[in-house]
């Protein structure tokens, strides 16, 4: 919430009674500290604890200027500022100078001279007599700044009758008064402030941003905005999708989150914010998964649908999913194109499940797991020996259909065959009689290690 001050140092308070207001004192005071204002960092007020400054600190001149610092080389401005500063030049650089002149629609109306290699001046005094027009247009329609949040034909307004966030922002030019068929009119939200203008500082700077609303204090909800950030930097040329970046690192970095914190999403194509619920228990077991690049897999199952591992295990951990349904998916893909890098996917999903569950006997399953594993393996070596590779073939692809339809009497039926057509004990069967759906994970280990393939064996010790 913000409210008027008076008969104080500062006139105005901003307070993180919910998410916008949050992301908004993030942004704000990033831009005191830019800009050198004096603010109160923890001014406190019935029972809240938020920022207080002078609202005639908030203008659009220092506003532009904070953006301009905030973004660099965003800016094409800036990337052929840059490249003027030298002096010489070939004629690949020209050309790259001149494209990026052109790098977006103000530019083009703006710097209407060519650089030719001897007008270094003339372009850049063009650039900085026209640098706030070139900044504010540029700020607000770039797809990675104020577009991918708010609503640009509300940029600098004061206020507004609803919020200018995009997913709360209402189309005043409607011709029908109703918001839409069976809305509520009553339940679209109207706050809104100039401040929420300062939004888009908060998020990290990537494809789809993050911000972490961890309102404990004003303190940890801008440190933890620092961390995001320098983290997100880090990780920028890593070949993981977003959400796997910062799920990783929030469970892997001790100092980062140590409970459940809310998270809110805003992905560059799409027209809303979401709200991601990460639960302390779940980001514990991602920690304990050695490394995550394990499990980097990716199959198109059908025209435009691709099953992504990661992507899945990152939703999975949010939403408190088992990793059951994807497990038996990875079973059903083995078996019809015999991918052996699969074994490590599973046995890492089936490390991972079983950390994520809260059966109280875990460390004796685990001790089963490794069992089962083994047995899998003296399985394969003992058959494979006797050339029987078919029928080794012939009990998985059995096991793997019975396991994906949850047919647990049919798994401990298939289970006695094997055992005693291959002569070996299986004692960590005894579990799977007891309770085939408590213990599955029993299943999947031993499934996942009967391979019939030394390539795909060896990738697997690899």
Known sequence: MKIKLENQKYDTALFPTEWRYSAAIVGLVRYFKNQGIAFEMDYEYDGWKGIAYCQEELTEERFLEFAEDYYGEAFPHRKAEEMLQGDEWTDEQIKLINETLKGNTILKKTVKTKFDGGNREEILKILEDNRETIIRDSFKNKKNMYAKFANTNLLFTEENPHCRLVGYNVDEGRKTRSLAYGFEENAFQETDIWEFDWIPFAFSD?????????????????????????????????????????????????????????????????????????????????????????????????????????????????????????????????????????????????????????????????????????????????????????????????????????????????????????????????????????????????????????????????
Not at 415 to 425: D, G, K, N, T
């Open 206 to 462: 990537t494809y789809e941003s993050f911000f972490i609303h961890n309102n404990a204090s004003i303190k940890s909800l801008c440190r933890t905005a620092d961390r995001l950030k320098e983290i997100m930097e880090k990780t920028r040329d890593e070949k993981e999708g977003v959400r796997t970046t910062l799920l990783k690192s929030m469970a892997q970095a001790q100092d980062f989150i140590d409970f459940d914190v809310e998270v809110i999403s805003k992905s560059q194509d799409k027209g809303y914010f979401e709200s991601l619920f990460v639960r302390r228990e779940a980001l514990k077991a991602l920690g304990k998964t050695s490394d995550l690049s394990l499990l980097r897999f990716r199959r198109e199952l059908a025209p435009e649908y691709w099953l992504d591992v990661q992507k899945e295990v990152v939703d999975c951990c949010i939403n408190q999913v088992s990793l059951d349904s994807l497990i038996e998916t990875l079973f059903k893909i083995k078996e019809k194109e015999g991918t052996g890098y699969l074994n490590v996917v599973i046995g890492q999903l089936i490390n991972l499940s079983l950390e994520w569950g809260e059966d109280m006997e875990k460390e004796k399953k685990k001790t089963s797991i490794y069992v089962a594993k083994q047995c899998g393996i003296d399985t394969v070596k003992k058959l494979r020996s006797q050339g029987k590779e078919n029928k080794l073939k012939s009990y998985r692809q059995k096991l793997t259909s019975a396991i994906v339809f949850h047919d647990y009497d049919r798994v401990n039926e298939i289970l006695l065959q094997l055992s005693a057509y291959a002569e070996l004990p299986y004692p960590f069967a005894y579990s799977l009689f007891e309770d085939g759906e408590g213990n599955k994970e029993i299943a999947f280990a031993f499934i996942n290690a009967l391979d019939p393939s030394s390539g795909e064996r060896k990738q697997e010790e690899k």
